[in-house]
């Protein structure tokens, strides 16, 4: 047990899907894996253990923002022992070629802040994804039929930003979509010498002002989490 998780020596696997919400947590365990079992419900963040396709899988909500999923990722790595990390979540897109529904698969992460910056003091470091998860879910999407963008994203501390000339320049730059955890996941992931991706799905346009609706969201997001696991496996 750690400070902010209750499961127990071995309860966690080294496969680790990391949902923000741990409400979806429950959901894409319950979905997609076979004889989940709660492992943690420590302050309300869900995980669950089961097996997908024989192989052994936990999926940990994250919270929501870079400094809940450093937490979390921090004590999953360093006391469980996790040697592959995928975030599944919603992300906002930019250009307009991306469209609500879409998978985004995080390249590299820009950010103004995480809880890793005070570390490089004034190194811009770039995390980036794990190329073979990369690869792998890329291939995974085009297999399925699902549309699929590759690049940098953009990763903020702040989900009511009030800044749209950064949003202007981020998307002048291309940088697909903007959510709030990734960068940290990468950062910690390069730290520790484990494996990280970003899997996301596309629930709004930033651009446009399209969103998914509510009732539509978990349907949306299957795919992302079936990429996902095949990165992880195959």
């Known amino acids: 047990m750690t400070f902010h998780i209750g499961a127990k020596p071995g309860d966690i696997a080294e496969t680790v899907l990391l949902p923000g919400d741990p409400y979806r947590a429950r959901w894409a365990a319950q979905t997609f894996l076979k ?7 420590v ?21 929501m923002g870079m400094p809940s999923l450093s937490i979390y990722v921090n004590e999953l790595i360093r006391d469980y022992g996790a040697k592959t990390l995928i975030r ?16 985004i698969l995080a ?34 999407a085009l297999a399925k ?28 730059h291309g940088c697909l979509g903007v959510e709030m955890e990734a960068a940290e996941l990468y950062m910690l992931a390069a730290r520790h010498g484990a494996r990280a991706l970003a899997v996301l799905t596309v629930s709004d346009h930033i651009t446009t002002g399209e969103a998914l609706p509510a009732d539509q969201r978990e349907r949306s997001f299957g795919a992302m989490i079936e990429i996902a696991l095949t990165a992880a496996f195959s």
């Open 43 to 63: 302050r309300g963040m869900l995980g669950y253990t089961g097996t997908w396709n024989g192989h052994r899988v936990t999926i940990h909500g994250s919270g």
């Open 35 to 41: 004889d989940a079992v709660l492992v943690n419900e």
């Open 107 to 140: 390249q590299t992460c820009s950010t103004i802040g995480s809880p890793s910056r005070s570390i490089f003091r004034e190194l811009n470091f770039a995390p980036c994804a794990d190329f073979g998860l990369l690869a792998k879910a890329h291939a995974a």
């Open 145 to 172: 039929g699902t549309p699929v963008h590759v690049g940098g994203i953009f990763s903020s501390d702040t989900f009511y930003d009030e800044r749209p000339d950064l949003t202007a320049e981020l998307k002048r």
């Open 88 to 103: 599944v979540g919603s992300t906002g897109a930019l250009p307009e070629h991306v469209k609500v529904r879409d998978v």
